[in-house]
């Protein structure tokens, strides 16, 4: 079993910047890749990026050039992993809950969420 805490959620001004992190603790080693996704109220949630457990990352257009997800494999001798998405240049339509979820691959596949954590951009 794997848990999932998000966290750097916030109200930022359009233009500005947050960074979102993503901890992961428990059964660590299972974890095959991570993920931040949004969701606004009454929509699908929605990937925004990823990173696989080899470091290659995925991103929805939108937030190509602006976004920037990364995996610190450091902490994992310590047994959590950390995955940070830096986001810069904030839109207004970036404005979600956002949800990390980490993809667990053993005998089973099943992905793990966090609770979800607020970005809100102001114009």
């Known amino acids: 079993q794997v848990q999932v805490v998000e966290s750097g959620g916030g109200l930022v001004q359009a233009g500005g910047s947050l960074r979102l992190s993503c901890a992961a603790s428990?059964?660590?080693?299972?974890?095959?890749?991570m993920g931040w996704y949004r969701q606004a109220p009454g929509k699908a949630r929605e990937l925004v990026a990823r990173?696989?457990?080899?470091?290659?990352?995925?991103?929805?257009?939108?937030v190509k050039d602006r976004f920037v997800v990364s995996r610190n494999m450091i902490i994992q001798a310590y047994g959590k992993i950390m995955v940070d998405l830096q986001m810069n240049s904030l839109e207004r339509e970036d404005t979600d809950v956002y949800y990390c979820?980490?993809?667990?691959?053993?005998?089973?596949?099943?992905?793990?969420w966090g609770q979800g954590t607020q970005v809100t951009v102001s114009s």
């Open positions: 428990g059964s660590i080693f299972s974890i095959n890749d």
């Open positions: 990173i696989s457990k080899d470091g290659v990352t995925t991103y929805a257009d939108s």
């Open positions: 979820k980490a993809n667990w691959v053993a005998r089973i596949v099943q992905d793990f």
